[in-house]
């Protein structure tokens, strides 16, 4: 079946140590999203690639970075990562934007990271 | 500031009965609106949506209503099945020109079917 996979699922790391989260998808999708996803809150928008095109969120803190080598690729890193940057990291794809509707967004299972 | 809101954090009913999930929104140029059901340790899955030239969709058990004057939606399962026991989350979004199709989340509604 086509679909979104993130690696790994749990993740954890020391306070300041860099991180990296991978998604891969088999729907050869124009779009990839990275969501941040904290306890009880909305998954929130930290960036999205548009082929190569990176759309950065003007709220999403330098320490978040993003790379897209090719179209089924998307990796999220994290620089230094800090207590507040634990939760849920959601990937998602959707397939490409007309600009007359939203195409519907596949997600991947997620990450947890934990931050110690 | 919450631009989609989901005032009801949980919501338990009888199966076979009706669940009827609300979501408010603030953002007028939002035109297009998803609800999608995430289970335990998987992604958000998309369930159904409604353009903002429609007030309703139906789809199977599934229905979505559209109030644009109130800026509310809402999503009628029936009859509730202890499967569709999962957090639901209502999204938004509008095009802004670009490639920006960015989708705006609610919180939640953690809806428990009971047998």
């Known amino acids: 079946d086509a679909m979104v996979i993130q690696n790994p699922r749990y993740q954890v790391t020391q306070f300041g140590k860099p991180v990296t989260l991978s998604c891969s998808q088999t729907l050869n999708h124009n779009v990839m999203y990275w969501y941040q996803q904290k306890s009880s809150q909305a998954p929130k928008l930290l960036f999205h690639y548009y082929d190569k095109d990176f759309n950065n969120e003007a709220d999403t803190p330098d320490n978040f970075q993003s790379r897209r080598p090719n179209t089924s690729f998307c990796f999220l890193d994290i620089r230094s990562p800090g207590l507040g940057d634990a939760a849920m990291y959601l990937c998602?794809?959707?397939?490409?934007?007309?600009?007359?509707?939203?195409?519907?967004?596949?997600f991947g299972p997620g990450t947890r990271l934990t931050v110690l | 500031d919450q631009q989609v809101k989901q005032n009801s954090p949980s919501l338990s009913v009888q199966e076979g009965r009706i669940s009827i999930l609300n979501c408010d929104y603030t953002?007028?140029?939002?035109?297009?609106f998803l609800w999608y059901k995430k289970y335990p340790a998987e992604g958000p899955t998309f369930l159904i949506s409604i353009s903002s030239i429609k007030d309703k969709n139906e789809d199977g058990r599934f229905t979505v209503f559209l109030n644009k004057s109130a800026k509310h939606l809402s999503l009628h399962i029936v009859p509730s099945q202890p499967g569709d026991s999962a957090v639901y989350f209502c999204?938004?979004?509008?095009?802004?020109?670009?490639?920006?199709?960015?989708?705006?989340f609610g919180k939640g509604t953690l809806l428990t079917v009971n047998p």
């Open positions: 999204a938004a979004s509008f095009y802004s020109g670009g490639s920006n199709y960015k989708l705006t």
């Open positions: 953002n007028s140029m939002f035109d297009y």
């Open positions: 998602a794809t959707s397939r490409e934007g007309t600009g007359l509707f939203t195409d519907t967004q596949y």
